[in-house]
């Protein structure tokens, strides 16, 4: 039996210009094509079949994916660009929610179709994922409250008896353990957060990204970020998806690519206070 062609050898049959066609005409070419060079990826032929996408989402995640707990009305760089996505494509779109602890599970159990909520690209996360080229890129912060009497700058933090929260399963765990070698880094399970450990004062400090920290502290008066003298751990983010369907994984990137070209990236992350963020 001949074997199948790659993903990318499949794309090959588009044309050598596919990347300038609007996106709801690659994915309808990806689909189209399927009779002369093998059949299309599974996600596309269950979003074509379905009319819908789903999106996986973070719903706490503040200017990139927020659900407001009053309203319940989501918010933020990546609400908007899903939206775009899905008006693309010509689909319904679904929203899914996830954390930093299932966005794996979540997308390799086809419980959603996309991860869009500015994904770490780090390990062990790109073992186990396919990503889209980086859209933002983040550093990061140290948040603690106003009235912390142990840390009130970064040298303050990697010292004995100094406690740092992180989210149980975030992706810059390990590299958080690696830095920080004389304080203590106490995973925080869910549904348990960063933030109550810090109220309660089980935790001194908790690390997080740039994009989120800045986003927290202009909702929380009684939080400040205590920033790193020098970069200390540069994150990009980009849109995630499973592995072993390179066709979606293709018109994933190919939205990221056009919404860099398009100027809708920049117009998104300015709306939300990330436009210097961006990686053009």
Request: glycine share 8%; proline share 6%; with cysteine.
């Given at each position: ?36 060079c ?20 973070w ?42 602890e299932?966005?794996?599970?979540d ?9 869009m ?29 106003k009235?912390n ?41 869910a ?22 920290a ?12 205590v ?22 994984t ?31």
């Amino acid at each position: 039996m001949e074997s199948s062609p790659s993903g990318t050898a499949r794309l090959r049959c588009l044309g050598r210009h596919a990347a300038a066609w609007p996106l709801f005409l690659l994915v309808a070419a990806v689909l189209a094509c399927a009779g002369s060079c093998a059949s299309a990826g599974p996600v596309a032929d269950r979003v074509r079949a379905s009319g819908v996408v789903r999106v996986c989402i973070w719903p706490s995640y503040h200017g990139v994916s927020y659900r407001n707990p009053r309203t319940l009305q989501l918010s933020g760089m990546d609400i908007d660009l899903s939206r775009q996505f899905a008006a693309d494509l010509g689909v319904r779109l679904e929203y899914v929610d996830s954390a930093h602890e299932t966005l794996v599970e979540d997308l390799t159990e086809q419980r959603c179709d996309v991860g869009m909520s500015a994904i770490g690209m780090l390990q062990p996360r790109m073992q186990l994922l396919r990503f889209s080229r980086p859209y933002l890129q983040s550093g990061l912060q140290a948040v603690t409250t106003k009235s912390n009497p142990v840390v009130r700058d970064w040298d303050d933090i990697d010292q004995p008896g100094v406690a740092i929260g992180v989210q149980n399963g975030a992706s810059i765990l390990p590299a958080v353990l690696a830095y920080f070698r004389r304080a203590t880094v106490v995973r925080v399970p869910a549904p348990r957060t960063r933030e109550r450990e810090l109220a309660a004062g089980r935790v001194d400090v908790f690390l997080t990204n740039d994009i989120y920290a800045r986003q927290l502290v202009e909702n929380a008066d009684w939080m400040r970020v205590v920033t790193p003298p020098s970069e200390v751990l540069r994150i990009p983010s980009a849109y995630a998806v499973r592995p072993g369907d390179a066709e979606w994984t293709a018109v994933v990137d190919d939205f990221v690519a056009r919404i860099k070209g398009d100027g809708r990236l920049a117009a998104a992350a300015q709306r939300h206070g990330l436009g210097a963020l961006v990686v053009p």
